[in-house]
């Protein structure tokens, strides 16, 4: 509890009291007016967010609409369905923050809640791929119908530059309920993306808040270059396969391997076999018949051309009746 000490004269004291309590207020920042959306034209839940200038953790809030109260609300924001609301005519919206011994209020509006906003969530699950030097950009669809879809993006190697903008219309894929659009003649490089969407439709759209920043590699241009090393090793051959790493660009989010084999002699009934890795080496055994080794690397905008190595017949005595044998190696090796 605090403690006032009285000045001699009566206008003194109170003038003491008065700052007091202006100090004692001054931890709470006006939040900003409630706005209420829906996050598609067809929702029945509202929702109405605002925002509060504070590093205080306990904070809550009180919602007022047209004088209904939504209290003890934890969070800059609240869900509520319509059967609460009043959609048809004006109503006065505002909100109040408490902070510690605080209360604050924003400034009042009045909204017609069945004209409310349509707001989309946040893009979700951006994925990325290159054809050429279009870079295509396809994301979980807000509704059937095509979005206005803003793109910011920048070179991922200089952070310091300015994001370039673009603005399209983003058309659902036939496949599946995604949005995509294509940003043109992008140089072989990394890039920073972000994604903010926005109904085509609805009367009053707002924008989505934007993406997290997605990182699209460079394009895999090229097949690896693999050098094979072969020696012979207990009835098979071991086969110990190199190659360099990725350029950097296209390796910024990660780089895996696809490799796979096949026999080329006929009659064998073994089956192709692949394996992921993440290395730029690796080693099988193989049998002494003919067998083509593919090394695909993969980055998350795509694929690269295969590099494909034939590991030519080992001439050994009756190689036709190993051949059986040679297809349990194929299965065998690690």
């Not at 310091?160 to 995604?178: C, Y």
């Not at 072969?230 to 009835?235: A, N, R």
């Amino acid at each position: 509890m605090e403690t006032f000490r009285c000045w001699s004269t009566l206008h003194g004291c109170v003038l003491f009291m008065f700052l007091a309590a202006i100090g004692k207020g001054s931890a709470c920042e006006r939040p900003s007016s409630p706005q209420c959306f829906r996050q598609h034209a067809d929702q029945t839940v509202y929702i109405c967010e605002w925002s509060l200038n504070t590093n205080e953790s306990d904070v809550t809030f009180d919602l007022y609409i047209d004088g209904n109260k939504f209290d003890n609300i934890k969070g800059n924001s609240t869900k509520i369905v319509e059967e609460q609301l009043i959609r048809t005519r004006p109503v006065v919206i505002w909100v109040e923050a408490h902070v510690g011994d605080s209360s604050c209020t924003s400034l009042r509006r009045s909204v017609t809640l069945e004209d409310t906003a349509v707001k989309y969530e946040t893009p979700q699950n951006i994925s990325v791929s290159w054809l050429k030097k279009n870079l295509s950009l396809s994301w979980q669809a807000a509704e059937k119908y095509p979005a206005r879809a803003e793109v910011w993006f920048r070179p991922y190697a200089r952070p310091t530059e300015s994001w370039k903008q673009l603005e399209r219309i983003a058309n659902t894929t036939n496949e599946a309920l995604n949005y995509q659009i294509v940003v043109e003649n992008l140089n072989y490089s990394a890039y920073e993306i972000q994604i903010r969407q926005q109904s085509s439709k609805a009367k009053n759209p707002l924008w989505s808040n934007w993406s997290p920043v997605v990182i699209a590699p460079a394009e895999l241009e090229h097949e690896p270059n693999v050098t094979p090393t072969t020696t012979l090793e207990k009835g098979a051959r071991k086969v110990v396969l190199t190659w360099p790493k990725m350029p950097h660009a296209a390796a910024v989010s990660g780089v895996t391997y696809i490799l796979s084999d096949t026999l080329s002699s006929q009659g064998c009934p073994c089956e192709e076999k692949r394996k992921k890795h993440h290395m730029n080496k690796h080693t099988i055994y193989v049998p002494y018949s003919a067998v083509n080794i593919s090394v695909i690397a993969r980055n998350a905008a795509g694929s690269s051309p295969p590099a494909v190595v034939q590991i030519p017949t080992e001439p050994v005595a009756d190689l036709k009746s190993r051949l059986v044998d040679e297809c349990r190696i194929l299965h065998i090796y690690p």
